[in-house]
């Protein structure tokens, strides 16, 4: 009954862009931070960017300028625009939810916080 689904994942050439989504269901997402992680072959599990339960964001340096994170509280779901998508933004792409209510202007880019995981979903960048 607690389970975020993510979507939009797929092959893109580089340059081109895709919007991921999250959605929860079982639980309100407006009370969570939000963080959205990648994995890809060989290497270890990293924050891509997150949402605090009010709207605060962070994102990974690699990705900062052309990803960005929001969430539609109406909607029970957190979306990445990723933009200007390189080769080495190829990953399983992640997003998790920690409960918030008493952090409301932080979140973080580790997973350790986060109780809930989606399952993923792939995204290739390539020719």
């Known amino acids: 009954q607690l389970e975020l689904v993510e979507s939009g994942g797929g092959l893109v050439q580089p340059g081109g862009s895709l919007r991921l989504s999250c959605a929860a269901s079982g639980f309100t997402l407006n009370a969570y931070a939000i963080g959205w992680f990648r994995q890809a072959p060989g290497k270890e599990r990293e924050g891509v960017s997150c949402i605090s339960s009010i709207g605060y964001t962070k994102y990974a340096d690699s990705v900062k300028g052309r990803f960005t994170i929001s969430r539609d509280n109406a909607k029970n779901t957190v979306y990445l625009q990723m933009n200007s998508l390189k080769p080495e933004d190829t990953a399983v792409y992640y997003c998790?939810?920690?409960?918030?209510?008493?952090?409301?202007?932080?979140?973080?880019?580790?997973?350790?916080?986060?109780?809930?995981w989606g399952q993923g979903t792939q995204v290739t960048v390539s020719w």
């Open positions: 998790a939810a920690f409960s918030a209510v008493t952090i409301q202007t932080m979140c973080f880019m580790v997973p350790g916080p986060y109780a809930n």
